[in-house]
């Protein structure tokens, strides 16, 4: 892919290995200002792991990371204002209000009290969340939570999201708000890692798709681009055929197969 601009993330050569096994095989991967990107693997492919190295969370790695011109690791986590994560499994502090932990995470990232706390509040306002902003995060719903989260990796207008299953539990009507905003956003010029297993989303909101398999990209490139490739009609077709995955019919039958037995 081709840009004038400078990338805002560069892997070369990432490699990464957990007690001698190898999970990431040489990764190379520079994303731009106002990607999209479908960041799409089967279990196990080494997705998450490659984002926990691009935010400073796992270190032991071999090759080249840049975020914004940074190395993660290296003592300056200045670039981690400039990040907005969504991680799949999240440790919210279930016993603060959402006003609390909204303020809590704007004041890490930067902001005053006062900003954190009206930002938050506006934000869970648009969501139809204005009602029970001062109340404990443990009554919420999971969706709620969801939102909660969301809000609070956007709060200091970051140039680089993260997000890994963003959309978990939210309605069809939040479903909509949030494509359109990351679209929004995407055009301003951030730049957004989307990681998902539902393949159709990925396919519509994604201005390029990354398939990592085995700890390699195995694909890179826009839907159309990868559809010329393949010869297929859907992400999940494409993906199945990339991926070398073509038993569903055969493992789903004898699935079925067990649960009869008794
Ligand atoms: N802390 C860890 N210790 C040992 N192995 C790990 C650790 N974290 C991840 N792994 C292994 O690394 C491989 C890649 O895991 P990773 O979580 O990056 O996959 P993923 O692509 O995000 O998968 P999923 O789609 O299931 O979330 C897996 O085989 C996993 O078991």
Do not use: C
């Not at 792991?49 to 270190?59: H, P, Q, R, S, Y």
């Not at 969301?150 to 479903?175: K, R």
Request: glycine share 10%; charged share 20%.
């Amino acid at each position: 892919m081709t840009t004038t601009k400078d990338p805002v993330i560069k892997l070369a050569n990432l490699r990464m290995s957990y007690g001698g096994r190898q999970v990431l095989n040489g990764v190379d991967l520079e994303v731009y200002p106002g990607q999209i990107i479908g960041y799409i693997g089967p279990n196990g492919a080494g997705k998450s792991t490659t984002v926990k190295i691009m935010l400073g969370l796992v270190e032991g790695y071999q090759g080249e990371v840049q975020v914004f011109g940074q190395h993660p690791g290296d003592g300056d986590a200045s670039y981690m204002k400039r990040i907005g994560y969504v991680p799949e499994i999240a440790e919210l502090y279930d016993t603060l209000t959402a006003r609390e932990y909204l303020t809590f995470i704007g004041e890490l990232y930067g902001l005053s009290t006062d900003e954190a706390e009206m930002r938050a509040r506006r934000m869970m306002t648009e969501f139809s969340l204005g009602d029970v902003f001062n109340s404990r995060i443990t009554t919420f719903s999971k969706g709620m939570k969801q939102k909660v989260l969301l809000i609070s990796s956007l709060l200091h207008n970051p140039d680089v999201l993260f997000l890994d299953e963003p959309l978990s539990g939210l309605d069809a009507n939040s479903v909509m708000v949030v494509k359109e905003m990351l679209a929004l956003l995407a055009a301003q010029g951030k730049a957004i890692f989307y990681s998902s297993h539902i393949m159709d989303v990925v396919e519509k909101i994604s201005s390029r798709i990354v398939l990592l398999d085995g700890g390699r990209i195995v694909a890179d490139g826009s839907f159309d681009e990868l559809k010329a490739q393949n010869h297929e009609g859907s992400l999940e077709q494409i993906f199945n055929q990339l991926t070398g995955f073509n038993e569903h019919q055969d493992i789903a039958g004898r699935l079925v197969s067990i649960v009869q037995e008794v």
